[in-house]
């Protein structure tokens, strides 16, 4: 009998980083985006604008400013959708209320952040990295967060489906970040059959309403989460809540509510940090890159061996939270850690501070709105 | 206990909620009652509206009923309520906001929600004055009246919330007050069943932060000023409807069957997916 072998809708496609992330993020199921136009990350919202109405229930809005934008998403996300939007540095800054809001109530949803020259409206069309520490930072009061990163067009889809997935798994808001060169090279990339890829989604409560605690801890730290109209009638707060919902400034309520939150990424660090390694056995001199800046240095480090340089590159694809243990690895066997970023040192800070004085630490800076070339880095592994 | 007070009774939820945090003589509480009584005379089951309110003493108004609740940030309540009712049309989604919030804060959300005609209905409980924070002045303060940040008297209009919201392009506008508690169970129940975006300004007294500073001997004296200083919409000439003596005109300024947003949006897909196939 003949084995009906069933076809591979793998697809080809020649995109733009931008374009990958929309196909990315429609891979993972996301089927709402309210968003906001802003260079250099428009492209996102165009292709969801295109996409989305064609899709069962997809829903497209374009709201009226990055507010507003953030707001929707979570309202769409509480509302059981898988969801999105897109900006740049000054948008993202706008956002940055949201996002502690998302932090507290616990919406999954994904941010994407494409870096501009900045601060203020700076450099709209030439890239950046400086919203490194924003990312991470950015909104008010102490919170965890997941912050990725992607350096070419491939990982822009395949990040962009990881963000959606730690999104969903975690209950957290997931950001992005590409700088203006990723997201506006085109390349050719390949979009994998919707069934080979792993997608995760949130767990719902089974328990009956009645029971339903909708933020108490469990094994994972990360607690149910039933959609707005699903039959629990829950409330949800950016107040301090309790295990119910409802507002507390109990001490004891708010030590587990906020250790809660710590919890649920800090114990699962090993899932969440990402990296890439490449000719790192021996090396010496150690690149850390993320970001289109990765690129220039897998170059620069490919040119160094030709020379005889023992050099290698760490490529970051999560940029918090922060990889430690990788690049502590390299604080070990390394004399020289370079660390090329289109800021004035915002990872580098933190490459020093798990390198603690074990290995020289040279920074290479650009904030005039160029990339930083190969054979910059080049000269400082040599 | 009276038939209407074990109604209200039904909906609140009972497990940790009380006391609330309202001020004796506050109006936000008829507002709620309203609220109550609106969705419970329509048949709506509760696990189709969704409460979505603001930051401030309105804000709080959501965690004590039975709904589904989201208090959300201060000023961009409708931004949720927009991904809500985009993400499930089927649900009743209800916004609660104060003045500051609505309409300083928020005033971008507000008249774009109304553009947009997104079908949600939008209570702006007007007390006038930032009450939660301890009584500043709002963009609906009277103009001359007294808060804790204009201590000789503000210099700047109030917003017209129904003009505005008119202007904006809302389809239901309403102005209520928390004295005419039938009116408001109308005006809401209609705004609720309103197929696009509903606005209904409602009129609530805040003795604590702003009776006090403005002349008011007690609370009873502002529910009394409502009922004198408040003239009915109908009986008022055309085209602007504005009484000379400067009584607030009370009832339903417009209401125009038009779509919703969603509506409009589903109605789209639909056409594209079935050109597609």
Excluded at chain 1, 197 to 226: C, H, N, Q
Excluded at chain 2, 113 to 133: D, E, P, S
Excluded at chain 2, 136 to 161: N, R, V, W
Excluded at chain 2, 213 to 235: G, H, I, P, Q
Aim: aromatic share 6%.
């Amino acid at each position: 009998m003949a084995v009906q072998r069933k076809k591979r809708k793998r697809r080809e496609l020649f995109a733009l980083g931008n374009e990958a992330v929309a196909e990315g993020a429609l891979l993972a199921g996301c089927s709402f985006y309210a968003g906001y136009p802003i260079t250099p990350s428009t492209e996102i919202m165009e292709v969801m604008a295109n996409r989305l109405p064609l899709i069962e229930d997809g829903v497209f809005i374009q709201m009226e400013d990055e507010i507003a934008s953030m707001g929707a998403t979570i309202g769409a996300s509480l509302a059981g959708r898988k969801a999105m939007t897109a900006t740049s540095g000054p948008g993202f800054a706008l956002m940055q209320e949201h996002i502690g809001y998302a932090c507290m109530v616990e919406a999954p949803l994904v941010v994407v952040n494409v870096m501009r020259g900045g601060p203020s409206t700076g450099l709209p069309t030439s890239p950046a990295q400086a919203d490194v520490q924003m990312a991470r930072w950015g909104t008010h009061g102490d919170h965890p967060i997941i912050v990725l990163s992607a350096s070419n067009v491939q990982e822009c889809l395949e990040m962009t489906v990881t963000a959606f997935n730690f999104a969903e798994k975690y209950r957290t808001p997931v950001i992005l970040l590409l700088d203006e060169v990723t997201a506006h090279t085109r390349e050719k990339i390949s979009v994998p059959d919707p069934d080979e890829v792993e997608i995760l989604s949130r767990v719902e409560p089974t328990v009956p309403p009645e029971w339903f605690k909708p933020y108490a801890d469990t094994a994972r730290g990360v607690p149910a989460m039933a959609p707005i109209g699903s039959g629990y009638r829950t409330h949800v707060t950016g107040l301090t809540h309790d295990v119910m919902g409802y507002p507390t400034q109990r001490p004891d309520e708010v030590k587990d509510a906020m250790l809660r939150l710590f919890r649920k990424i800090d114990q699962y660090y090993g899932d969440i940090q990402m990296s890439d390694e490449y000719l790192l056995d021996d090396a010496e001199v150690a690149v850390v890159a993320y970001g289109s800046v990765a690129r220039s240095a897998h170059l620069a480090v490919e040119q160094a061996r030709e020379r005889g340089a023992k050099a290698g590159l760490l490529t970051l694809k999560t940029l918090f939270p922060f990889p430690r243990p990788a690049v502590e690895k390299l604080t070990h066997r390394c004399h020289t850690v370079v660390v090329p970023e289109m800021n004035m040192g915002q990872m580098s800070r933190e490459v020093k501070r798990v390198n603690n004085g074990r290995t020289k630490v040279r920074t290479i800076n650009r904030v005039d709105g160029q990339i930083i070339t190969p054979s910059e880095i080049l000269k400082a592994i040599l | 206990m009276a038939d209407v007070t074990q109604l209200i009774h039904d909906y609140l939820r009972h497990n940790k909620k009380f006391p609330h945090v309202f001020c004796a003589g506050c109006g936000h509480g008829i507002v709620l009652g309203s609220l109550i009584r609106s969705v419970h005379a329509l048949g709506l089951p509760k696990d189709d509206v969704v409460l979505v309110a603001g930051i401030g003493c309105s804000g709080r108004m959501a965690v004590y009923v039975d709904f589904n609740t989201v208090h959300t940030t201060h000023g961009r309540a409708l931004t949720f309520a927009t991904g809500i009712k985009m993400a499930n049309p089927k649900l009743k989604v209800i916004c609660v906001m104060g003045d500051g919030d609505a309409l300083s804060i928020g005033g971008n959300h507000l008249i774009h929600a109304a553009r947009r005609n997104i079908g949600v209905t939008a209570l702006i409980l007007n007390n006038q004055i930032y009450g939660m924070t301890g009584g500043q002045c709002s963009s609906a303060t009277p103009q001359g009246d007294i808060s804790m940040t204009t201590p000789f008297g503000s210099l700047e209009k109030a917003f017209d919330i129904a003009d505005m919201c008119k202007a904006a392009g809302a389809s239901y506008v309403a102005r209520g007050t928390s004295f005419h508690a039938i009116q408001l169970d109308r005006l809401i129940s209609s705004a609720i069943m309103h197929p696009g975006f509903s606005v209904v300004e409602v009129f609530s007294p805040c003795p604590t932060q702003y009776g006090r500073k403005n002349k008011f001997r007690n609370a009873v004296d502002m529910y009394k000023w409502l009922k004198s200083n408040t003239v009915k919409v109908e009986t008022l000439k055309e085209p602007d409807r504005k009484p000379e003596d400067g009584r607030i005109p009370i009832g339903v300024f417009r209401d125009v069957e038009e779509p919703g947003l969603e509506e409009r949006y589903f109605e789209l897909q639909r056409k594209l997916m079935g050109q597609n196939r």
